[in-house]
């Protein structure tokens, strides 16, 4: 990942909605973030979290969407030209009314990010701060290089200290209550 513009003009929502065909970007207080292009076994996991998730969802209100997915991040009434836009690898939105054309008009319910290596500090520090400020009640940090996963799960006003998981162990969600996902039952060669 490659960040452009440090120290020059603000990118917004139109960067965002005009950048290339098949240009992956994100845009964080008004910085441009090139997201790299994901590997294999990120999609494989990616898919098979998405899946899973997917068919837990049938009976609820809740909908699951998958990178890319465009999330505008910003405080209410904000104009979408103004708002921080991400693609989360995994967003679960409870609340029909944020969802828009374009995506997601606010903080979804549930995210999940598959790390990679290009990814680690945009991953670990700048999102979680960010969905830590707009108030994403539940955060999952996937890490396929050391098979662990970081549970962020928003205590009052914050996220609390994060559970940490193993790719063996079943890992539940605090926000969808009853789902567990089993990352020891993905075959990552």
């Keep these: 990942m490659i960040a452009k513009g440090k120290g020059k003009r603000k990118y917004n929502y139109?960067?965002?909605?005009?950048?290339?065909?098949?240009?992956?970007?994100?845009i964080i207080d008004g910085e441009l973030y090139n997201m790299a292009s994901p590997s294999r076994i990120h999609q494989k996991i990616s898919m098979e979290l998405?899946?899973?998730?997917?068919?837990?969802?049938?009976?609820q209100p809740c909908e699951v969407y998958?990178?890319?997915?465009g999330v505008f991040l910003g405080e209410e009434g904000q104009a979408l030209r103004d708002r921080h836009c991400v693609e989360p690898d995994i967003a679960v939105i409870c609340d029909p009314t944020k969802l828009i054309d374009e995506g997601c008009l606010g903080s979804p319910d549930f995210i999940i990010e598959i790390v990679s290596p290009s990814t680690q500090s945009h991953d670990y520090i700048r999102k979680l701060h960010l969905y830590n400020q707009y108030g994403v009640k539940e955060y999952w940090i996937v890490?396929?290089?050391?098979?662990?996963?970081?549970?962020?799960?928003?205590?009052?006003?914050?996220?609390g200290a994060p559970n940490i998981y193993t790719f063996k162990d079943a890992v539940p969600s605090a926000m969808l209550k009853s789902f567990a996902f089993d990352f020891s039952s993905i075959k990552l060669n």
Excluded: H, Q, W
């Design 50 to 59: 998405c899946s899973e998730i997917r068919d837990f969802l049938k009976e």
């Design 143 to 159: 890490n396929p290089m050391n098979e662990t996963i970081l549970v962020y799960v928003r205590e009052n006003e914050n996220f």
């Design 14 to 26: 139109d960067d965002y909605k005009n950048a290339p065909e098949g240009v992956r970007i994100e």
């Design 66 to 69: 998958a990178a890319p997915f």
